[in-house]
């Protein structure tokens, strides 16, 4: 064979292999978590006053979940169950514990995550946004824990503020000058975002997983005076929220003052809608949008600190409760995937499913096997229609502040435990979610086998953690 004749050959073999290796190329993921965000408080779960036509067009082009729960509800618990793949009766941090003088307990050595699961796939892995798992050069640190990047708060402390004195560039402190707690001057969530496009434009060619743990819209209720805020200023009855502002005796902590509360989180959930819609604007002018998996959801329910309001916005869609509350309007999440021509259109699900599903359902996504050490089920039969769907026995949260507090999900029953610290102040609550989903009449004197039944499930479920105990201090 001349050469002639092996270069058309092996043209013809490429133009045979090409297709078949672009087939069975791994999508892209995109994981975007939203901090404190209510389950109403954007359109496709009812919201009216107002606007996110990014998330109202990502639930038309794929599938809305109406049982979706967070970890747990409160910011770093939630997280670990979401990185982890396992409930908050296993997950390694449990609670908000800070460590000085910035930073959280870390996750430790020994503990998997998500992002080490697709690194090992070959994906290329970043975060953007706050992490709170572990500061930089811990065990903890977000480069030690499968993410190549890492860009923002690394402290959610510190990510109180939107006008921080500084983020995270993997283990590069970079400072914001003029950022004093006394000036406004850098956007922290505007710095975050150009970084998350840059991630997508720098990795184009290959599968990324890319995880955008954005602050919108954690309080403070703080941002810049810019079409955002106008389009809803004067738009609400207002009551100034007189916080710990910015000047000589602002702390990290704090949550600034706000004159316009209302206008200033609405502004806030517009502002988080944009960043959306510039992802996916980012993913179709790169021709990525048909090889991406993108969910969007949130860690915990609605918040109501720093001037927040959300029954006026109804940030619980009718629910109970807030976040630090294990009522459904505490733990209930939004959830929204998209995957062109593997997911249906404007579909919904009623699949009961929570955030330990998301390592199973990624490893399954990029092909890997499901590792034996999560809590969690695979959701990928349900998101593309294709296989059998496994089930929960039950879903399983406890809370370790006020006392602490467990509960657990059964089919359509639930049970609540409060002050589970004092075995001699507990007390139980059991609701049927079918009949009350506002969880509004407690039937555990009705239904005292189903709640017999629902407490074994509790107790299976939480195993004591010495750096984080329930039911041993």
Request: charged share 20%.
């Amino acid at each position: 064979m001349n050469s002639k004749s092996r270069l058309l050959s092996t043209f013809l073999l490429f133009s045979l292999i090409l297709p078949v290796m672009s087939q069975h190329r791994q999508p892209n993921i995109v994981l975007i978590l939203a901090d404190d965000l209510g389950i109403g408080d954007i359109g496709p779960y009812g919201q009216e006053k107002i606007k996110t036509p990014n998330l109202d067009k990502l639930a038309s082009r794929g599938m809305r979940f109406e049982n979706f729960y967070s970890g747990t509800s409160v910011c770093a618990p939630s997280r670990s169950a979401l990185m982890t793949g396992q409930h908050t009766g296993h997950t390694y941090i449990r609670g908000n514990k800070e460590v000085q003088p910035e930073g959280q307990e870390p996750l430790a050595d020994s503990i998997a995550t998500v992002a080490l699961l697709l690194k090992e796939a070959g994906y290329t892995t970043g975060a953007f946004g706050k992490w709170g798992l572990g500061m930089v050069g811990t065990s903890g640190d977000p480069l030690k824990k499968g993410f190549d990047e890492f860009f923002g708060y690394n402290c959610q402390r510190q990510s109180h503020r939107y006008y921080p004195t500084h983020l995270w560039h993997n283990r590069e402190k970079v400072m914001l000058e003029g950022n004093d707690l006394q000036q406004k001057i850098h956007y922290a969530p505007a710095l975050i975002q150009q970084k998350t496009l840059a991630f997508i434009e720098e990795n184009q060619q290959k599968p990324f997983f890319l995880f955008v743990p954005t602050v919108l819209p954690h309080a403070e209720l703080a941002g810049p005076n810019d079409g955002f805020y106008q389009r809803y200023s004067t738009s609400f009855p207002e009551t100034a929220h007189k916080g710990n502002g910015y000047g000589p005796n602002a702390t990290v902590s704090g949550y600034a003052s706000v004159e316009e509360p209302r206008a200033t989180f609405a502004a806030m959930v517009s502002r988080l809608d944009n960043y959306v819609g510039e992802i996916i604007a980012k993913l179709e002018e790169l021709g990525l949008s048909d090889d991406t998996l993108i969910i969007f959801t949130s860690d915990n329910g609605a918040h109501r600190e720093g001037g927040a309001d959300p029954d006026f916005f109804n940030s619980s869609a009718g629910l109970r409760g807030y976040k630090r509350d294990l009522y459904e309007g505490g733990i209930k999440a939004p959830m929204l995937a998209v995957w062109p021509d593997k997911i249906s259109p404007a579909s919904t699900t009623p699949h009961l499913a929570a955030f330990w599903d998301v390592l199973p359902t990624f490893a399954e996504v990029s092909g890997v096997s499901i590792p034996d050490f999560t809590d969690g089920i695979s959701i990928l039969p349900t998101l593309t229609g294709e296989g059998k769907q496994h089930k929960h026995q039950y879903l399983y949260w406890e809370f370790h502040e006020d006392g602490g507090r467990q509960a657990v999900r059964a089919d359509n029953w639930k049970l609540v435990r409060l002050k589970v610290k004092d075995g001699s102040r507990t007390t139980e609550e059991l609701y049927n979610l079918k009949d009350d989903p506002t969880e509004s009449n407690n039937i555990i004197r009705k239904h005292g086998k189903i709640a017999k039944k629902l407490g074994i499930y509790i107790d299976e479920a939480h195993q004591e953690s010495p750096i984080f105990p329930l039911l041993t201090e």
